[in-house]
């Protein structure tokens, strides 16, 4: 039974009142007062993460010219953006990469850009029409003389994502990082303790509606994330050991910061980005506390064999991971993350400060998310 509300510990953060603390904090604290006495105690817990987060991208609105263009083809520094939309909106994606200049820069590059303040060229294309006469343009868009500019990532903040490694012969390029051969190493994505999802891993207070800090500014959980997959073998304190549950997320890119919005590239695999997500979550009863307070020793997650050759696969805390070392087949394996504690550290006490101040409040989600789907993992595809 909750022992406090939403509504109730917003009013405590109007009153300036409010205990928060980041997940890392909560460990300690229940550790030395109990779940029950911190429940009483902690009214959030914030929480962060700094990944690869590749489905992502942000949507624009160009504003009319004179005369006017239907855009149906659009370039953003010579990256390919979706224009089937309306006259003047598009849809950069993060990992569409460069005509010009290939995987060197790409969507992600772009969206960082934007939210630099640089300037954008744009060149857009259309076959003219009655209403819409002009058949091209070239110009200059920025984030001060654009209408709107929103990131929308249908998948973000994966719950438990596998960690990775390569039984073949040759190096190997994946969106991974780069794989040694013969087990030479592995790598891993979350910041673990500190993760949202983790931290709430069976949904109670996540859901469409929540609030989120996404990128240095104040979006939304538009939706479950795409591949959202609850339906995935769990520890007895309700972590998952792979996989699991996404969000896709919504916030004003006008507004971010390339603090924590930051392009990137996989060498001889493509661009993706990196994005800096905080979620902050209501310790409502004994229950959540306890869920705030797990640590990477008792999170666990899969190493899998990305080079298809093997079904590969071993079992393997967060904590092991961290330590620098795992052991495979009897030898000691070089572990690093491709994701930041550095910055997840930064964003989870950066929340924690705005809504110690006020500036950031808790919202109840509309719906929660799914906790049972279970979705399609191959397409059956024929050709002719």
């Not at 070392?325 to 030898?331: D, H, L, P, T």
Request: proline share 5%; aromatic share 8%; charged share 20%.
């Amino acid at each position: 039974m909750a022992i406090k509300t939403i509504d109730e510990i917003n009013e405590k953060i109007r009153e300036g009142k409010a205990v928060v603390v980041t997940a890392e904090e909560m460990i300690d604290i229940v550790k030395e007062n109990g779940a029950k006495k911190a429940a009483q105690t902690v009214d959030v817990v914030t929480t962060g993460t700094f990944s690869p987060m590749c489905s992502s991208g942000m949507f624009i609105n160009f504003g009319h010219s004179t005369p006017p263009i239907r855009m149906t083809k659009v370039w953003l520094n010579d990256v390919m953006a979706y224009a089937g939309i309306a006259a003047v909106d598009a849809y950069i994606g993060a990992t569409q990469i460069s005509e010009s200049q290939g995987m060197a820069y790409g969507g992600a590059h772009v969206i960082e850009d934007f939210i630099a303040g640089k300037d954008i060229r744009l060149y857009a294309e259309s076959p003219g029409t009655d209403c819409y006469p002009r058949k091209s343009i070239t110009t200059t868009i920025n984030k001060y003389n654009v209408n709107q500019a929103y990131m929308f990532n249908p998948r973000n903040c994966y719950q438990n994502y596998p960690a990775a490694t390569n039984s073949s012969e040759r190096t190997i390029y994946t969106y991974m990082g780069t794989l040694l051969p013969q087990f030479g190493n592995v790598t891993y994505c979350t910041s673990g303790q500190l993760s949202p999802l983790l931290n709430d891993p069976e949904y109670r207070t996540i859901g469409i509606g929540t609030r989120v800090f996404i990128g240095g500014a104040q979006g939304y959980v538009a939706f479950e994330g795409t591949q959202h997959d609850p339906g995935q073998e769990r520890m007895p304190n309700g972590t998952p050991v792979s996989l699991a549950g996404t969000l896709a997320l919504i916030g004003d890119a006008k507004k971010m910061t390339t603090k924590y919005i930051r392009a990137g590239v996989f060498e001889k695999y493509g661009v993706t980005l990196f994005v800096g997500v905080g979620v902050p979550i209501p310790v409502l009863d004994e229950d959540m506390a306890v869920k705030t307070s797990v640590s990477d020793k008792d999170i666990y997650t899969v190493i899998v064999d990305k080079s298809g050759k093997t079904n590969f696969s071993q079992r393997v805390s967060y904590q092991e991971l961290r330590s620098g070392f795992v052991e495979i087949n009897g030898r000691t394996v070089p572990t690093a993350p491709l994701s930041s504690m550095k910055i997840a550290r930064e964003i989870a006490s950066e929340l924690k400060t705005l809504i110690e101040k006020g500036e950031f409040f808790l919202t109840e989600p509309v719906e929660l998310l799914p906790k049972h789907d279970k979705r399609l993992n191959k397409l059956d595809i024929r050709g002719d």
